[in-house]
């Protein structure tokens, strides 16, 4: 059961799911609080704010979110490639906006890793971080070359992520998988749209509840008690592995 639970999230769809003019909400209840808001690109000016050590940064409270989630990727490539609905204007493919995201992305994750394990109140609780890739479906066989940038983007996020020692919840994928009978289907079960119908996001938020009960369970995918583990990261060898009856991230060659 998960109550009295401050969480934060940060989704990079969120916008066209509420409104893009107020990008940012806070949902109270007896039960926790909710923070959500719009992430744009893998890092931007805000972000050295929020990761920071600001004495309003959510890091430097006596109750730190017991949540974090963050999802990015998909605006680095609608902003790319002419065919995004973002960039019409270009002509050919924006190469370097491409690179500076993707090396973004694992900024973003130390940002991340040194904000949850500083120490600067005593005794807070701790975080725990999942980190969610793009959905990929775009608006049609048309959007080949941007849904496939955002798999790259994917990838990316997803081995920068455990490198950092944190989970992933691979939407993605899932969502993909979820239209592989769709997909230039005559009797499709669902249309080529950005965000799925029912009950797909349903599917994935219940995917994140149940794995942050898991990792909650575990004790995964959270800050961590020394000092100064933060400079054990990123990790030397790449994680493509995780090794559940140690409890532990496993690294293989």
Not at 31 to 56: A, C, I, M, Q, V
Not at 123 to 142: C, D, F, R, W
Not at 179 to 194: A, I, L, R
Request: glycine content about 6%.
């Amino acid at each position: 059961m998960i109550d009295k639970k401050k969480i934060l999230l940060l989704d990079d769809l969120f916008h066209a799911v509420v409104t893009f003019l107020i990008p940012s909400c806070e949902l109270y209840g007896e039960t926790g609080r909710l923070t959500f808001d719009w992430k744009h690109f893998p890092y931007e000016d805000y972000d050295d704010y929020l990761f920071s050590n600001h004495p309003d940064a959510p890091w430097n409270q006596t109750h730190r979110p017991d949540l974090f989630t963050v999802q990015t990727g998909l605006h680095a490539c609608w902003h790319s490639y002419p065919e995004g609905p973002m960039s019409h204007h270009l002509k050919d493919i924006n190469q370097g906006i491409l690179d500076k995201h993707k090396a973004d992305i694992t900024k973003l994750m130390g940002a991340i890793r040194r904000a949850i394990d500083s120490n600067t109140i005593a005794n807070t609780n701790p975080t725990t971080v999942i980190v969610l890739t793009s959905g990929v479906t775009g608006y049609g066989p048309n959007f080949g070359r941007v849904d496939a940038c955002i798999q790259n983007m994917n990838r990316a996020t997803s081995e920068a992520a455990m490198r950092y020692g944190f989970a992933v919840l691979d939407r993605g994928e899932i969502e993909r998988r979820l239209m592989y009978q769709s997909y230039n289907s005559d009797n499709p079960y669902f249309n080529h749209e950005m965000h799925l119908h029912p009950p797909v996001q349903q599917l994935i938020s219940s995917l994140l509840l149940h794995l942050y009960q898991c990792l909650e369970s575990k004790g995964l995918s959270k800050s961590e008690t020394s000092p100064l583990v933060s400079s054990q990261y990123p990790l030397e060898k790449q994680v493509n592995c995780r090794n559940w009856k140690n409890e532990q991230f496993s690294t293989v060659e």
